[in-house]
């Protein structure tokens, strides 16, 4: 069974930058849809940013196109969130997920994630 480890969380101010990892282990088969969803306390989990490892689709949620960016190293079994700019309602838990994938198409739905890291807390002050 695939495992996922998140690292990189902490506490920033508004406008600040953070890199969250995910590294990854127990693949058995390289077509995966992989990336980070987050929950704040009372919200539902929501899609952060989804990509197709080891490449070709992306998800980028509207409220931090233009912010996060998501890369990777396929030798290390690892993917990146850049986070740039932070902002308050950034404040949440952030999770990294993984999906297995019969085509290039992710869907960006906590629902059909099966695996999840335990995750890392991001918290962003004003």
């Known amino acids: 069974q695939v495992q996922l480890v998140e690292s990189g969380g902490g506490s920033v101010q508004a406008g600040g930058s953070l890199r969250l990892s995910c590294a990854a282990s127990g693949y058995t088969d390289s077509r995966y849809c992989m990336g980070w969803f987050r929950q704040a306390p009372g919200k539902e989990r929501e899609g952060v940013a989804i990509?197709?490892?080891?490449?070709?689709?992306?998800y980028i949620a509207d409220s931090v196109k233009g912010r996060f960016t998501i890369s990777q190293d396929n030798a290390k079994n690892t993917h990146y969130l850049q986070m740039n700019n932070l902002k308050p309602e950034d404040t949440a838990m952030y999770y990294c997920?993984?999906?297995?994938?019969?085509?290039?198409?992710?869907?960006?739905?906590?629902?059909?994630?099966?695996?999840w890291g335990r995750g890392t807390q991001v918290t962003v002050s004003s």
């Open positions: 997920a993984a999906a297995p994938r019969l085509g290039d198409y992710c869907a960006p739905d906590a629902s059909r994630q099966s695996y």
């Open positions: 990509f197709a490892w080891p490449g070709g689709y992306l």
